[in-house]
């Protein structure tokens, strides 16, 4: 991987249940909290930005194509500031109880960084899926408000819970 980053080569990888994709590799880095190590990449069948847990993955082809930077600018703020949920630029708002925000100031691993905060409304930088991931463990003490389609799916998550439940 270190040798397809530096000489700006395409690689295959295969992961270990068999699926494989071709990327452009940019980065190996480490997530804050966490033992896990990502391959920052983008994504050419998705075209999108993406990362990979390397623990998952079984094998890596070197490809004799090359690739250019996509987005120098993008690539320097995942080193400066490695995200394993790429929220750069994404946004949600969350309305947070008294217990739910003394949970948000303990609760330190995968925790969005905030914009602003205005009496319980917080408005965060958060992608879809790290919401989900961090905020699941509050239960009621968090209520999405915006994007709408992630308020839904919590709304879902829990309806579907309830039901469980009764």
Known sequence: IN???KEKRIIKIVFRDEKNIEVEPYLIESSKLE?????????LREA????????????IYVKNTSFKLR???F????????????SFGQYIKIKLTTAG???????????PQII?????????????????R???????EVEILEPLELRTWFKEKYRKALIKYE
């Open 3 to 5: 040798y397809s980053i």
């Open 35 to 43: 033992v896990m190590n990502y391959l920052f990449c983008y994504n």
């Open 48 to 59: 999108k930005w993406k990362n990979y847990k390397i623990k998952y993955i079984k094998s």
């Open 71 to 73: 987005d120098k600018e």
């Open 75 to 86: 690539i320097d703020k995942m080193k400066e500031n490695f995200d394993p949920f790429i």
């Open 101 to 111: 925000k003394k949970m948000f100031n303990e609760i330190e691993t995968n925790r």
């Open 116 to 132: 602003k905060i205005d009496k319980d409304e917080y408005i965060l930088e958060c992608s879809h899926e790290k919401a989900k």
């Open 134 to 140: 961090y905020f699941s463990f509050f239960l009621d």
